[in-house]
Each structure stands twice: as C-alpha cells, then as structure tokens.
C-alpha cells in the first residue's frame, strides 16, 4: 500500500505545480493585456494639437495679446485656427 500512497502524493503534487504554472501564465497574459491597452489609450490622447510647434505657436499668440500687439478678436480667431 506503501507504493500507491506514493503514487497518489505524486499525482497531487504534479496537479499542484500544473495549476500553478497555469495560473502563472494566466497572469502574465492578463499583465500583456493590461500594458497594450495602457499603451493605445496614450497614444489616443496625443493629438495634433499637442505637437510642440503648435504648444509654441499658443504660447505666442498669448503673448503677443498680452502685450497689446494683437487685438482680441485676432486673439480668437487664432485660437480658433490652432484648435483645429
């Protein structure tokens, strides 16, 4: 009896480390997942409106409103135009 009690043990312990393994690359899969779509709601949120060239190109127009070199409705529009 000796003999199958062993056998027995072993088959548990293989069935233990199985799950293990599996729920291992369960997680990893899940970790994959998560990562891509962190990666794609970044890349949704850059717009063209963001670019540095056009980041400079607000900074001055607000400047030059600022220091009374445009008006506010040429102020406006080129908000406007740099939304777009």
Request: hydrophobic share 45%; proline share 1%.
């Amino acid at each position: 009896m000796g003999g199958m009690m062993g056998t027995t043990g072993g088959s548990v312990l293989l069935w233990a480390l199985l799950a293990v393994a599996l729920a291992v690359v369960a997680a990893g899969a899940l970790a994959v997942r998560v990562m891509a779509s962190r990666d794609a709601t970044e890349q949704r949120q850059i717009r063209a409106g963001d670019s540095p060239a056009v980041r400079r190109a607000k900074d001055t127009l607000r400047l030059r409103y600022a220091n009374g070199e445009i008006s506010r409705e040429e102020y406006l529009q080129g908000k406007v135009e740099l939304e777009d």
